[in-house]
């Protein structure tokens, strides 16, 4: 099985930028496809974003298209997230998690019971 470990959050201010980061020890990163959710206290798990073993097709919420960007690199066994034009409603806990099943396509990845394991997740702050 697969250990997910994110970094990269922090406290910034709206309009800002955060890249987060998730490395993945245990199994190769490309026996996977890959997902960032987020939770919000008092709300559900969020899908934010979510990558192919091979990086060739991306999905994204719509409340992050065209600010956020997932990418991944399977030679170092890391995912990224890049933030762009941070607003408040995006302060959650953000986890990265994997899928062994990954010859899917589309909303398949939207879902987190899809995804097998997770990481604790990392704190994004994001202030008015």
């Known amino acids: 099985q697969v250990q997910l470990v994110e970094s990269g959050g922090g406290l910034v201010q709206a309009g800002g930028s955060l890249r987060l980061s998730c490395l993945a020890s245990?199994?190769?990163?490309?026996?996977?496809?890959m997902g960032w959710f987020r939770q919000a206290p008092g709300k559900e798990r969020e899908f934010v974003a979510a990558?192919?073993?091979?990086?060739?097709?991306?999905y994204y919420a719509d409340s992050v298209k065209g600010r956020f960007t997932i990418s991944r690199d399977n030679a170092k066994n890391m995912v990224y997230l890049q933030m762009n034009s941070l607003k408040p409603e995006d302060t959650a806990v953000y986890s990265c998690?994997?899928?062994?099943?990954?010859?899917?396509?589309?909303?398949?990845?939207?879902?987190?019971?899809?995804?097998?394991?997770w990481g604790r997740g990392t704190q994004v702050t994001v202030s008015s």
């Open positions: 990558q192919t073993w091979s990086g060739g097709s991306t």
């Open positions: 998690a994997a899928s062994p099943r990954k010859y899917y396509r589309g909303t398949y990845y939207f879902h987190p019971r899809n995804y097998d394991y």
């Open positions: 245990g199994r190769t990163l490309s026996d996977y496809a």
